[in-house]
């Protein structure tokens, strides 16, 4: 099971962070990723981390802006820190988990696990 939770209301230029925590992780090759729906439009990648890559991955609108980590003392917990958010960060943000890393990793078809979701608004 996968919980997001960290989402709100806030105001552009604010700063806020989300959480994900996965019960379990069985592989070490595994992808948590983060992806959001906007209002009325489809499903979209916003970064991941690969453990056996040892690297993030970020969509061109997010990058600069967002930064994900982990948690060194839970290591099924995954932070996304959004700084600078605008109008078009609003949507209900999705944690995933995909034991295996792929190249594909932005594509939401490669995860099979998600959580319920954490709505960011963003008020201009």
């Known amino acids: 099971q996968l919980q997001a939770s960290g989402g709100g209301l806030v105001q552009a230029g604010d700063s806020v962070r989300l959480s994900c925590t996965a019960s379990?992780?069985?592989?070490?090759?595994?992808?948590m990723a983060w992806f959001r729906r906007p209002p009325g439009k489809e499903r979209e990648f916003v970064g991941c981390y690969s453990r056996s890559r040892r690297r993030t991955y970020y969509s061109d609108s997010v990058k600069g802006r967002f930064t994900i980590s982990g948690d060194n003392a839970k290591k099924n917990t995954m932070y996304m820190q959004m700084n600078g958010l605008k109008p078009e960060d609003t949507a209900v943000y999705y944690c995933t988990v995909r034991s295996i890393h792929t190249v594909a990793y932005y594509d939401h078809r490669q995860y099979d696990h998600w959580g319920q979701g954490t709505l960011v608004t963003v008020s201009s």
């Open positions: 379990e992780l069985a592989s070490s090759s595994y992808i």
